[in-house]
């Protein structure tokens, strides 16, 4: 990485994806602020996520404030909530690496791609936030069952979307400190194939009755973490 990463901002950071995250990079040792639409929750949250991690680096506060204070920004909200949460946290992200972890699903079948207007949620946020940020796709095909247990193993990739290398090196370092081998899957435009992978795992998972189907790239052994 050209810097040295501290702290990372959770967006959505109260979720079941985000809170596993947090979870994970608070026991590898970073700084974690996680942010929610009112201050008060992220705070009671980021209290429960301590707890549950043996961990005291965890804090909350809301979107706008988590955003300005990470040195890395990590949205993890639902695709309904996407551009509302971009538009809260658009000038706090400028300068910054923002690694999106939306899906764009569509209910009441989640199990089907959708594929929205912008090519895909990842490529949306780029347009909106503009070439101040720089966006990357990452986790999306990552189990929230499984991150919510910080000491489960996760015998899964993450393959990293992204048009700045640095960037997506930002988010293979990540991917490795959750525990997970990060891998670099090309530009940006291949987010739309990341992200649909996310309702094929789904239906996998109803179809056969798993918890946590994943992706795992094979012959590729030295690039292991």
Same mark, same amino acid.
Not at 88 to 97: P, W
Not at 101 to 119: A, F, Q, S
């Given at each position: 990485?050209?810097?040295?990463?501290?702290?990372?901002?959770?967006?959505? +950071?109260?979720?079941?994806?985000?809170?596993?995250?947090?979870?994970?990079?608070?026991?590898?040792?970073?700084?974690?602020?996680?942010?929610?639409?009112?201050?008060?929750?992220?705070?009671? !949250?980021?209290? &429960?996520?301590?707890?549950?991690?043996?961990? $005291?680096?965890?804090?909350? $506060?809301?979107?706008?404030?988590?955003?300005?204070?990470?040195? *890395?920004?990590?949205?993890?909200?639902?695709?309904?909530? #996407?551009?509302?949460?971009?538009?809260?946290?658009? &000038?706090? @992200?400028?300068?910054?690496? /923002?690694?999106?972890?939306?899906?764009?699903?569509?209910?009441?079948?989640?199990?089907?791609?959708?594929?929205?207007?912008?090519?895909?949620?990842?490529?949306?946020?780029?347009?909106? =936030?503009?070439?101040?940020?720089? @966006?990357?796709?990452?986790?999306?095909?990552?189990?929230?069952? #499984? =991150?919510? #247990?910080?000491?489960?193993?996760?015998?899964?990739? @993450? =393959?990293?979307?992204?048009?700045?290398?640095?960037?997506?090196? *930002?988010?293979? &370092?990540?991917?490795?400190?959750? +525990?997970?081998?990060? =891998?670099?899957?090309?530009?940006?435009?291949?987010? !739309? *194939?990341?992200?649909?992978? $996310?309702? @094929? /795992?789904?239906?996998?998972?109803?179809?056969?009755?798993?918890?946590?189907?994943?992706?795992?790239?094979?012959?590729?052994?030295?690039?292991?973490?």
């Amino acid at each position: 990485m050209a810097r040295k990463i501290t702290s990372i901002a959770v967006i959505g +950071g109260t979720g079941k994806e985000g809170s596993g995250l947090a979870m994970r990079w608070a026991r590898a040792g970073y700084e974690v602020i996680i942010g929610s639409r009112r201050a008060e929750k992220g705070a009671r !949250v980021a209290a &429960e996520l301590n707890e549950r991690a043996g961990v $005291t680096s965890i804090r909350g $506060t809301d979107n706008a404030s988590a955003a300005r204070e990470g040195d *890395v920004v990590v949205l993890t909200v639902p695709y309904s909530a #996407h551009k509302a949460t971009l538009e809260q946290i658009r &000038e706090a @992200v400028q300068g910054k690496v /923002l690694i999106d972890v939306t899906v764009p699903l569509k209910p009441p079948d989640v199990t089907v791609v959708h594929i929205p207007e912008g090519g895909s949620a990842t490529r949306e946020a780029q347009m909106f =936030l503009g070439e101040g940020v720089k @966006v990357v796709a990452a986790f999306q095909n990552i189990s929230a069952a #499984h =991150l919510r #247990h910080p000491d489960h193993p996760i015998d899964c990739d @993450v =393959l990293v979307c992204g048009d700045d290398p640095e960037a997506k090196e *930002v988010a293979i &370092e990540l991917a490795r400190a959750a +525990g997970m081998r990060g =891998l670099d899957a090309g530009p940006l435009a291949n987010a !739309v *194939v990341i992200e649909g992978l $996310t309702p @094929v /795992l789904i239906g996998i998972n109803k179809r056969y009755k798993a918890r946590g189907a994943g992706i795992k790239i094979t012959g590729i052994e030295e690039a292991s973490s």
